[in-house]
């Protein structure tokens, strides 16, 4: 869930974190645009004032972001269900370009998550949306992974919502598949709690599922400070404070999102010579993923949900450990709990398939935490149809 905004600027606090998220007047006052950013659209949206928000309460409460590990306890989460491990695979047949789906088709470093998954005892749940029931088959788990179609439920907050902007089972908006995945994964967790996470997810610490409810931070340059934190791990109990609170803060990114472009007017055109971390925000995908995850925590701050560190899930010290399938020299910091493989990484290796070295340092992790992904992977008699998995990583390489 990367993506990408950006914007600063000094005002006056749009939230309290002890109250409840609104929006504000229309009017805001007066913001100096600083001389190195020239573009308009910094505070030309509720958006981009939003963003900015996010930004200046990172800065003020900087000391919270952790950087050190803790350490995860040895015995399962006491909580019914809360070691529970949800997936969730929501491109259909439009974009995977088949009617119907085997899991061995799917990229190799997902194949890995899955496996690395079903090996730390929890119970395992690869939700899918788009294709019918009964054609996503499961051949790689020897029916140890419960397969579920995703269809949201009348009568919850998350399914009433849904009915209520959507048209044809999808959202009208911009980026409406990615956006529709953020809020499914927030759906899932909303209904039966437990952990979602990433199909690009290697477990590498069998008790990682054990661990305290929370999300990862991670490192970013200033201009990315809105996603401070992300949701390709997020673990926490349907009833919890945050749990609503991650909802209504969608509640109010989703008016700033569907609004942002008509209140800028085309204020936010990249300049002709944009400078290199400059950020497009016209086509922004991450206002509701990253950058509401982080709104959510700082806003309605829970003491039962805590941060990991980048170094937790392998990004540390950048979000992407691309060497790691060129050589054994680049490691993980520390004893992280998973890796998050980024796209380019999980591109990476579906590339290189059978001819990624096995003495490189994510070979050894997939010999490792999913050995029989390895072993089909490196097989010169594994049969896949492999324009799904190219499809799946096209469609992904259009979010950051």
């Known amino acids: 869930m990367a993506s990408v905004l950006y914007c600063m600027v000094c005002f006056i606090s749009l939230w309290s974190t002890s109250k409840s998220l609104q929006l504000p007047d229309s009017e805001h006052p007066e913001t100096k645009v600083e001389p190195e950013h020239p573009n308009t659209c910094i505070s030309c949206s509720a958006m981009t004032r939003i963003m900015s928000e996010i930004k200046?309460?990172?800065?003020?409460?900087?000391?919270?972001?952790?950087t050190q590990l803790f350490p995860l306890p040895d015995t399962p989460d006491p909580r019914e269900g809360m070691s529970d491990i949800n997936f969730a695979l929501l491109p259909g047949p439009s974009v995977v370009g088949e009617s119907s789906i085997k899991l061995s088709e799917l990229p190799w470093v997902y194949q890995c998550g899955i496996e690395s998954a079903l090996r730390t005892g929890s119970n395992v749940t690869f939700w899918y949306r788009g294709f019918l029931p009964g054609h996503v088959n499961d051949d790689i788990t020897a029916g140890k992974l419960k397969l579920q179609h995703h269809t949201f439920q009348r009568g919850t907050q998350t399914g009433d919502w849904w009915f209520a902007h959507s048209s044809n089972g999808s959202l009208t908006c911009p980026n409406a598949e990615v956006t529709a995945s953020?809020?499914?994964?927030?759906?899932?967790?909303?209904?039966?709690?437990?952990?979602?996470?990433?199909?690009?997810?290697?477990?590498?610490?069998?008790?990682?599922?054990?661990?305290?409810?929370?999300?990862?931070?991670?490192?970013?340059?200033?201009?990315?400070?809105?996603q401070k934190l992300v949701g390709n791990y997020l673990k926490y109990s349907r009833t919890t404070r945050f749990s609503q609170c991650m909802f209504d803060t969608w509640k109010l990114h989703w008016n700033a999102y569907l609004n942002h472009r008509a209140e800028c007017a085309g204020g936010c055109q990249p300049p002709s010579d944009p400078?290199?971390?400059?950020?497009?925000?016209?086509?922004?995908?991450?206002?509701?993923?990253?950058?509401?995850?982080?709104?959510?925590?700082?806003?309605?701050?829970?003491d039962n949900v805590s941060l990991y560190p980048p170094s937790a899930f392998g990004n540390d010290p950048y979000p992407c450990n691309l060497q790691i399938v060129l050589d054994d020299k680049t490691t993980l910091k520390g004893n992280s709990y998973a890796l998050h493989t980024c796209h380019e990484l999980a591109a990476a290796v579906e590339d290189m398939g059978a001819n990624l070295k096995r003495n490189t340092t994510m070979a050894h992790v997939m010999q490792d935490r999913c050995p029989k992904t390895s072993t089909r992977m490196y097989s010169q008699k594994a049969e896949r149809k492999e324009h799904v998995s190219q499809n799946l990583m096209a469609f992904f390489h259009t979010r950051p």
């Open 56 to 66: 200046h309460m990172v800065e003020e409460r900087s000391e919270e972001f952790p």
């Open 182 to 226: 953020d809020y499914i994964r927030q759906d899932i967790l909303h209904r039966v709690g437990g952990i979602y996470m990433d199909l690009d997810m290697i477990i590498l610490d069998d008790r990682l599922p054990h661990g305290p409810d929370g999300l990862p931070s991670q490192n970013v340059k200033d201009i990315w400070n809105d």
């Open 275 to 302: 400078p290199r971390d400059f950020r497009d925000i016209d086509n922004e995908w991450g206002f509701m993923g990253p950058s509401l995850v982080t709104h959510a925590y700082l806003s309605c701050r829970d």
